[in-house]
């Protein structure tokens, strides 16, 4: 038997632990805090790095909107310090590191979390899921990601050059361009699943190797699964926003968040297609298997068919009696062959006919 396999689980750490105790169950525990805000106004645009959380703190009070994205989930001591400033609950900085936590929204008195996943697929076209927490309060909005890199480009560069209405809006608007990143980025997402989906297709009617196609599509499924845990619980999270009856989101926003929703829908149902697909290329990936193995079984079953009465004839003549009236007859081994040579040319001929060859 092969070795079995070690299996490690992220819910060990919650064990024992008080509710609202911070424990980060990511991988990338030596990742160092980074930390970008952008402060702007119509009219202007501040970006920095800042080198501390508590140069943070200065904008929780000030008249411009701020955006101010961390990235670095296992320092924790700074996540506590940024969790204490803005008033968040405990429960909510809990959230925020645990990195398994299914997408989500919490509404509270003074802010909004909300839970994402971000995806995209690297240059290896392996999927990449990060969890992305967003917390929207009355000028700001915090993101909390796990390590640098993210789909938030393009809306970087909205910000610097005012592109578009996001310098005039308000926070609720920033929250909506944020969530509206991740979510335009699904779709990129399921276009690659499609591309893989049309390569499998190909590959399945070139003959490609058993092993091969095999783990392709358990790769598929596997992806399709997780794309699927993410993008769901969206339709979800907007409709808890079109719900809610906060201050926070201004009606002239909710047009905006209601297009989102019309986004997922759409990419819910591609997915949905997909998932269809990839269960149906495995169903034809098991009926091709099943018909190359009835050929074989085929093949074998006309030889030994071909072979039942020749044998019959071979096993008769090969017994030890003496009175055997053809055993001393002086043609009688050019008539054996004569016979089993007309019985298998006969069969090969009657198998044709019947189609079975």
Same mark, same amino acid.
Request: glycine share 4%; net charge negative; aromatic share 12%.
């Given at each position: 038997?092969?070795?079995?396999?070690?299996?490690?689980?992220?819910?060990?750490?919650?064990?024992?632990?008080?509710?609202?105790?911070?424990?980060?169950?990511?991988?990338?525990?030596?990742?160092?805090?980074?930390?970008?805000?952008?402060?702007?106004?119509?009219?202007?645009?501040?970006?920095?790095?800042?080198?501390?959380?508590?140069?943070?703190?200065?904008?929780?009070?000030?008249?411009?909107?701020?955006?101010?994205?961390?990235?670095?989930?296992?320092?924790?001591?700074?996540?506590?310090?940024?969790?204490?400033?803005?008033?968040?609950?405990?429960? *909510?900085?809990?959230?925020?590191?645990?990195?398994?936590?299914?997408?989500?929204?919490?509404?509270?008195?003074?802010?909004?979390?909300?839970?994402?996943?971000?995806?995209?697929?690297?240059?290896?076209?392996?999927?990449?899921?990060?969890?992305?927490?967003?917390?929207?309060?009355?000028?700001?909005?915090?993101?909390?990601?796990?390590?640098?890199?993210?789909?938030?480009?393009?809306?970087?560069?909205?910000?610097?050059?005012?592109?578009?209405?996001?310098?005039?809006?308000?926070?609720?608007?920033?929250?909506?361009?944020?969530?509206? $990143?991740?979510?335009?980025?699904?779709?990129?997402?399921?276009?690659?699943?499609?591309?893989?989906?049309?390569?499998?297709?190909?590959?399945?009617?070139?003959?490609?190797?058993?092993?091969?196609?095999?783990?392709?599509?358990?790769?598929?499924?596997?992806?399709?699964?997780?794309?699927?845990? $993410?993008?769901?619980?969206?339709?979800?999270?907007?409709?808890? *926003?079109?719900?809610?009856?906060?201050?926070?989101?201004?009606?002239?926003?909710?047009?905006?968040?209601?297009?989102?929703?019309?986004?997922?829908?759409?990419?819910?149902?591609?997915?949905?297609?997909?998932?269809?697909?990839?269960?149906?290329?495995?169903?034809?990936?098991?009926?091709?298997?099943?018909?190359?193995?009835?050929?074989?079984?085929?093949?074998?079953?006309?030889?030994?068919?071909?072979? *039942?009465?020749?044998?019959?004839?071979?096993?008769?003549?090969?017994?030890?009696?003496?009175?055997?009236?053809?055993?001393?007859?002086?043609?009688?081994?050019?008539?054996?062959?004569?016979?089993?040579?007309?019985?298998?040319?006969?069969?090969?001929?009657?198998?044709?006919?019947?189609?079975?060859?």
């Amino acid at each position: 038997m092969g070795k079995k396999k070690v299996r490690t689980t992220k819910y060990k750490k919650h064990i024992g632990q008080i509710p609202g105790a911070l424990v980060y169950t990511g991988s990338k525990e030596t990742n160092p805090l980074f930390i970008e805000s952008f402060d702007y106004t119509p009219d202007s645009c501040t970006e920095l790095e800042l080198k501390t959380v508590e140069e943070a703190f200065t904008y929780k009070s000030s008249n411009s909107k701020t955006w101010i994205n961390f990235n670095g989930l296992n320092n924790i001591s700074e996540i506590e310090k940024v969790g204490k400033h803005y008033n968040l609950h405990p429960l *909510i900085l809990e959230d925020i590191v645990n990195t398994s936590q299914r997408p989500k929204i919490d509404e509270y008195d003074d802010y909004l979390f909300v839970v994402l996943k971000m995806m995209y697929y690297d240059d290896n076209e392996l999927l990449i899921s990060e969890q992305v927490s967003l917390v929207l309060g009355s000028n700001y909005v915090l993101t909390f990601q796990e390590a640098e890199g993210d789909v938030f480009d393009s809306l970087r560069d909205r910000i610097r050059t005012a592109k578009g209405r996001i310098r005039t809006e308000d926070a609720d608007y920033l929250l909506y361009a944020l969530i509206d $990143a991740i979510v335009d980025n699904y779709f990129m997402i399921a276009e690659t699943m499609g591309n893989k989906i049309e390569d499998l297709e190909d590959n399945l009617f070139n003959g490609q190797t058993k092993d091969e196609l095999t783990h392709q599509i358990q790769d598929l499924k596997r992806e399709i699964l997780k794309i699927r845990r $993410a993008v769901y619980p969206i339709r979800e999270i907007i409709n808890r *926003i079109d719900k809610s009856d906060t201050d926070l989101i201004e009606e002239k926003t909710m047009h905006f968040f209601r297009d989102i929703y019309d986004h997922v829908v759409q990419v819910s149902d591609t997915i949905d297609i997909y998932r269809e697909m990839i269960w149906s290329l495995m169903d034809m990936y098991m009926t091709t298997i099943s018909n190359k193995m009835n050929e074989v079984m085929k093949v074998l079953t006309i030889i030994a068919t071909i072979f *039942i009465p020749l044998t019959f004839i071979a096993g008769i003549y090969g017994m030890n009696f003496d009175n055997i009236p053809e055993l001393h007859y002086k043609y009688s081994y050019h008539i054996l062959w004569l016979v089993m040579i007309a019985l298998f040319i006969g069969m090969l001929v009657y198998f044709k006919r019947k189609k079975w060859l």
